[in-house]
């Protein structure tokens, strides 16, 4: 018999639905740390900088529902705030943020409903971030439970700027003068561009040290063939001795 339920059917206790937001960020973060060492073992390569997890305050629940036109019941929060457990991941370069995405979209037990991304479609503000939005089973005693979780993966630069922009505009309360944020922008710019070029010269040093993993093992290969080589006449200098 299927257990499975929608989040919205039947739950309608604050503490339980906090209780399964925060089982949620538990097995996400579980698997995102499986993952990450995974991907350290087989490569020798670690893709994730740092990972963070929150809960959305009970406010700013209440503020962003009054903000999208909901009156403030559980069912709407449930229904209408996607980003109440929320998990950041940071990396070093934008490539590592596809390899993450794509890792995470290959997860059995995930299920993505939606992708933004705002890295190729950065906002106007400059923002830019891949968000997905996942489902995860969370198994209770008699029911099985698919909750929601914002993942959003940016690299250290990313969100550097998105921290700061976030400390910005909470002074201003989302009103900040026109110069404010076109200084914004143009910082964003300037990260992009940073992202960029660090971006192309850890290609540019993985590059150089594959073709000088090349050299050393052809000069190997070379020296071998030497040693071989004299081997061979030291046999036949031998022979014509004897």
């Known amino acids: 018999m299927d257990t499975r339920i929608i989040f919205n059917e039947g739950i309608d206790s604050w503490k339980t639905v906090i209780f399964l937001y925060n089982a949620a960020l538990k097995e996400v973060n579980t698997k995102l740390e499986i993952l990450n060492d995974e991907f350290k073992h087989v490569h020798q390569y670690n893709p994730i900088e740092y990972i963070k997890s929150r809960m959305k305050s009970p406010e700013s629940i209440v503020k962003k529902l009054k903000r999208n036109g909901y009156e403030s019941t559980i069912e709407n929060m449930v229904n209408y705030v996607n980003d109440i457990a929320g998990i950041r991941i940071v990396c070093s370069f934008t490539s590592d943020i ?3 995405a794509g890792m995470i979209g290959k997860q059995n037990d995930l299920t993505v409903v939606s992708v933004k991304d705002y890295i190729k479609n950065p906002k106007p503000s400059g923002y830019k971030s891949y968000h997905m939005l996942v489902t995860v089973p969370i198994f209770l005693s008699d029911s099985v439970v698919e909750t929601k979780v914002e993942i959003q993966i940016r690299t250290i630069a990313m969100d550097f700027w998105a921290s700061l922009e976030h400390k910005i505009y909470y002074k201003f309360e989302g009103n900040a003068p026109e110069y404010i944020s076109k200084e914004l922008r143009d910082c964003a710019g300037i990260v992009s561009m940073l992202d960029g070029r660090m971006l192309q010269l850890n290609e540019a040093i993985l590059e150089a040290k594959r073709k000088q993993e090349e ?18 006449g030291e046999l036949q200098h031998g022979g014509s001795q004897a």
């Open 98 to 100: 596809y390899r993450i």
């Open 215 to 232: 050299l050393e093992l052809e000069a190997k290969r070379m020296l071998k063939e030497q040693q071989r080589i004299q081997q061979k």
